[in-house]
């Protein structure tokens, strides 16, 4: 079944993707002040979904020929496409793309209104919560030439956002673990496990009587000197004014 519309053949509506990145309920944070806000979504094709590319591809060629007839005035040798190969790497820096988007087409829509998002029984969707990277749902998507002028000279193929459906859930994208990640299925770990402060030593308490700490061998004080004399009571010498032992 064609999605492309009479009269618009760079409209399409796409098989089940992935979608990431997605900015739908509420626009895109600005990245500076001359910006304007817009709703956008990263969508992942699956590369066995030919069904869908075909339009996709189909839907470029006419854009590029929109573009050749009526804002470059033919058809240029080189034309910058939006759509880019998963397994391959990121045109903006060229690093490898997220493991996400491994075996799929990366496209990215977006536009400055606010696009329709329902649900499987294609009810509206209102509540944030709903809606994460890493859903499946469709995308309707607009492919529309730009660029071939002195303010923007690179001639391009850009893809404008409709409408979104989500179709079912996925893992979120957004790079952080939940609660049942992290303790769902888990033994509880020990009180204290290497690489975690260890509890504090207890201080020695002297106990009563002993001069040392738990474990010193008991030891009785040692008696006073009496005073004006060299030895201490029990010496077993004799008081020489009462004749009686020390």
Known sequence: MSNQTDGNLCHVVTGEARLSYVNILRPAKKRNATDKENY???VLVPKGDAATMGRINAAIEAAIQRGASEKWGGR?????????DGDGVRPSDGNPFGAECKGHWVMTASSTY??????ANRNPILNESEIYSGIYGRVSMDFFPYGGTKEVPKKGIGCGLGNVQKLREGVP???GSTAEDDFGGSTPAPAYEQGYAQPPMMAAVPQPGYPGYYGAPAQPPAPAPVQGYPQAMG???LNPIT???F
Not at 76 to 84: D, E, I, S
Not at 114 to 119: A, G, N, Q, S
């Open 243 to 245: 004749g009686l032992p």
């Open 173 to 175: 994208l957004a790079g």
């Open 114 to 119: 606010k696009p329709e998002v329902w649900d």
């Open 40 to 42: 956008k979504v990263t």
């Open 76 to 84: 240029p040798p080189q034309v910058a496409l939006p759509v880019y």
């Open 235 to 237: 010496s077993g010498q």
